[in-house]
């Protein structure tokens, strides 16, 4: 069995560059809980048995998370899913995984391109618990007026990240809203860090944040006129959580609809669900 500790130093969001981790709340910063009919679309990515990553599931067989969840040189079948549950470790079901379809230019250094597509070993049956989530596209861009909402089981404690400490993750969802952050402002927060690419999109609010945990999670909005949620980022990568310096920088969905698509036809499906239509 992995530690807690092991597992984050492989897929943690924050230790880059030499930076050192602001020390904060730790889980879904400034958040609430919430249910998960609520967040249908919400998943657990599981190492063992343990919560190490979120996801969004985008169709009948597919979920959608971050490259960065699978950098270690594991077996499909040390990874599940639990999916239809608000509790990571207890409810719904869980999933083996068929297929784990990396992003073939993620980077781990530049975090670009932080994407995979998990493709499960049974089809979904959907419920008011389990949907789809509609993705984001190029021709729908959030904007200042865009509600943005990012969910996850993310830890409730930051210190000892990586150091070899044992660290908690929320057991049950929470969420959290934040606001849009405009790329030339959040390249320069990162100016001196890492680059911010067309292919990556940045949320914060004060106070408010994703966090280790939430990785692979799903940053979905709302328009401000009427229309469908849109999944349009996956949680990547920052330094520390809520830290006013820094955003939470998201895998931009958007950008990678070609290569969704192409990933999704090449297994026989003929396209994405329309799914999801937002919290009731």
Not at 30 to 57: D, R
Not at 172 to 183: A, G, Q, T, Y
Not at 187 to 200: C, D, E, K, S
Not at 227 to 245: D, F, K, M, Q
């Amino acid at each position: 069995m992995y530690s807690a500790g092991f597992l984050w130093s492989l897929v943690i969001l924050v230790a880059l560059v030499g930076a050192t981790p602001t020390p904060g709340d730790g889980r879904i910063v400034g958040g609430e809980v919430t249910t998960i009919g609520e967040f249908p679309y919400q998943v657990s990515v599981q190492l063992n048995g343990q919560h190490i990553c979120g996801g969004a599931v985008i169709g009948n067989q597919f979920v959608l998370t971050a490259a960065h969840c699978f950098e270690a040189a594991l077996s499909n079948s040390d990874y599940t899913v639990r999916v239809g549950s608000g509790e990571h470790a207890s409810g719904g079901d869980v999933l083996s995984l068929r297929q784990v379809i990396t992003h073939g230019d993620y980077n781990p250094q530049s975090h670009d391109n932080d994407l995979a597509l998990l493709v499960l070993n049974a089809r979904l049956n959907f419920t008011e618990h389990l949907q789809p989530v509609p993705l984001a596209t190029l021709m729908d861009p959030p904007n200042a007026d865009t509600r943005l909402l990012v969910s996850g089981w993310g830890h409730l404690a930051e210190e000892g990240i990586g150091l070899g400490e044992e660290v908690d993750v929320s057991p049950h969802l929470r969420f959290v809203d934040v606001d849009l952050v405009e790329p030339d402002q959040c390249g320069r927060a990162y100016r001196q860090v890492l680059p911010i690419t067309q292919r990556m999109i940045c949320a914060a609010r004060p106070g408010r944040d994703s966090c280790q945990g939430d990785s692979g999670g799903p940053l979905v909005g709302f328009p401000a006129e009427e229309g469908p949620a849109r999944l349009y980022g996956i949680v990547s990568w920052g330094l520390g959580c809520a830290n006013p310096h820094y955003p939470g920088v998201y895998t931009n969905v958007a950008a990678f609809r070609d290569w969704i698509d192409a990933q999704v036809g090449a297994r026989g499906w003929n396209g994405l669900l329309a799914g999801w239509s937002g919290l009731q």
